[in-house]
């Protein structure tokens, strides 16, 4: 089956420790996203990468780090400089043509106590 | 700047058809798009339009794009309790592929 998998679903962190969030894709696409999605106000990028060992920041990168060091994966890493990091994280992947459109994974819910 | 608009909420009775509309600023982007996303799930792509066509159908879903005033619907019919989700319109404007997404209308479909 081919698609877009984060793990794990939901995850819980103590305040003022880092989480990584695994983002992987076997579409063979060469763009990957990060969103942050909070109730009520749509999706947020945080960062995006369209090629192997190249990223760039969102909107809303500050708090965040990202790498991508595999076409297939992009992990994003929610460090403690993040002042509200409890969301819903979004994954995706897109080919990188413009008639192409991108294509989500199933989230990730980050809880910080 | 950029800006996609969309009403928060829409209630519908089931059978009935629904309407969900959305604004966007950027008259250079070239596709939009309306995704789906069910509660706890991440988005799917319903469907999208080239900024070229004026509507688009695809089983129950029609979409029209009026490109002179910048709007987009999304039209449902027959609409049945399966639908209920938050439905997110969506623009791409640059040649990156970064998408600009409203902030979804959620659709509640009563029995």
């Known amino acids: 089956d081919g698609g877009i998998t984060q793990s794990p679903k939901y995850l819980f962190r103590k305040e003022g420790q880092n989480v990584t969030l695994s983002c992987e894709q076997n579409l063979n696409h060469d763009a990957m996203y990060w969103y942050r999605q909070d109730p009520g106000q749509g999706l947020r990028l945080i960062y995006y990468?369209?090629?192997?060992?190249?990223?760039q920041k969102g909107d809303i990168a500050e708090g965040y780090s990202v790498s991508r060091e595999k076409k297939e994966s992009f992990p994003l890493t929610v460090t403690s400089a993040q002042k509200n990091p409890t969301a819903f994280y979004l994954c995706?992947?897109?080919?990188?043509?413009?008639?192409?459109?991108?294509?989500f994974g199933p989230g990730t819910r980050l809880t910080v106590l | 700047g950029e800006d996609v608009e969309q009403s928060l909420f829409l209630s519908v009775r089931e059978g009935d058809s629904s309407v969900i509309n959305c604004t966007y600023t950027d008259s250079s982007s070239t596709y939009l798009y309306w995704y789906k996303q069910e509660p706890g799930a991440g988005l799917q792509l319903l469907t999208y339009i080239f900024s070229n066509m004026d509507m688009k159908q695809d089983q129950r879903l029609t979409v029209l794009l009026n490109k002179k005033d910048k709007h987009l619907s999304l039209r449902i019919a027959d609409t049945q309790t399966g639908d209920s989700a938050i439905y997110f319109c969506a623009e791409n404007p640059g040649s990156q592929g970064n998408l600009i997404f409203g902030k979804g209308t959620k659709l509640s479909v009563k029995p």
């Open positions: 995706a992947s897109m080919t990188g043509s413009k008639t192409d459109t991108q294509y």
């Open positions: 990468s369209q090629i192997v060992n190249d990223f």
